[in-house]
């Protein structure tokens, strides 16, 4: 499975961004897909996920109220809106896909977002 992300860019603090992701197929591999980033010097974190099969959703405490997770009409597709964007959100996003267990894990190739003061 691949996961091939789009979106990004370069927006002032305050700007909005979406960002997209579009699994090659669709599988029983994967029962949620998440936006991982990870800014220069830090850890990879998680940002939001969302699970396939009832669509709960999950925040990272910082993105909650600013960011919003979905899902397409085809279940392998995931977007990441984000408003209010802040400096400190700047890093390169990851989408991420897989089972609970762990055993499949998908990740796109990462895309760049930066946020200007």
């Known amino acids: 499975v691949q996961l091939v992300e789009s979106g990004g860019g370069l927006v002032q603090a305050g700007g909005s961004l979406g960002l997209s992701c579009a699994a090659s197929e669709s599988t029983f591999t994967i029962d949620a897909m998440g936006w991982y980033r990870q800014a220069p010097g830090k850890q990879r974190e998680l940002v939001a996920s969302i699970t396939s099969d009832s669509g709960s959703t999950n925040y990272a405490d910082s993105v909650k109220g600013r960011f919003t997770i979905s899902r397409g009409n085809a279940k392998n597709t995931m977007y990441l809106q984000m408003n209010s964007l802040k400096p400190e959100d700047t890093a390169v996003y990851y989408c991420?896909?897989?089972?609970?267990?762990?055993?499949?894990?998908?990740w796109g190739q990462g895309t760049q977002v930066t946020v200007s003061s």
């Open positions: 991420n896909a897989g089972d609970y267990g762990g055993f499949y894990d998908y």
